[in-house]
């Protein structure tokens, strides 16, 4: 599947951003989705996963209760709502898909990722 994200941007601390990310493919409610962010300096880490259905979620420790993954199989879209930003979510944010037809659990971290976008850059002022 590929992966195309945008929007990124700017924000004051407190402000809420939304990425989206469309995918290309058939069977795109075959595949779990998630995002990831690298930090200037830092490795890329995870931030959050859903399920085919959309029905299991799972969030990094750091933004569980302010990020939100959603998906639209109709539409074959996944996005990100962003709310009470702080400085240390700036980063370049990636739209990830697993592998077709494997569990939520394997793309919680960067081995488990089999495709990757192109990645957008948020940016958090202080």
């Known amino acids: 599947v590929q992966l195309q994200a945008s929007g990124g941007g700017l924000v004051q601390a407190g402000g809420s951003l939304r990425l989206s990310c469309a995918a290309s493919?058939?069977?795109?409610?075959?595949?779990?989705m998630g995002w990831f962010r690298q930090a200037p300096g830092k490795e890329r880490e995870f931030v959050a996963a859903i399920s085919w259905s959309g029905g299991t979620t799972h969030y990094a420790d750091s933004v569980q209760g302010r990020f939100t993954i959603s998906r639209d199989n109709a539409k074959n879209t996944v996005d990100l709502q962003m709310t009470s930003l702080n400085p240390d979510d700036t980063a370049i944010y990636f739209c990830v898909s697993g592998e077709e037809d494997q569990p939520i659990v394997t793309i919680f971290t960067v081995a488990g990722v089999q495709s990757w976008g192109q990645g957008t850059q948020v940016t958090v002022s202080s």
């Open positions: 493919g058939r069977t795109f409610s075959h595949y779990v």
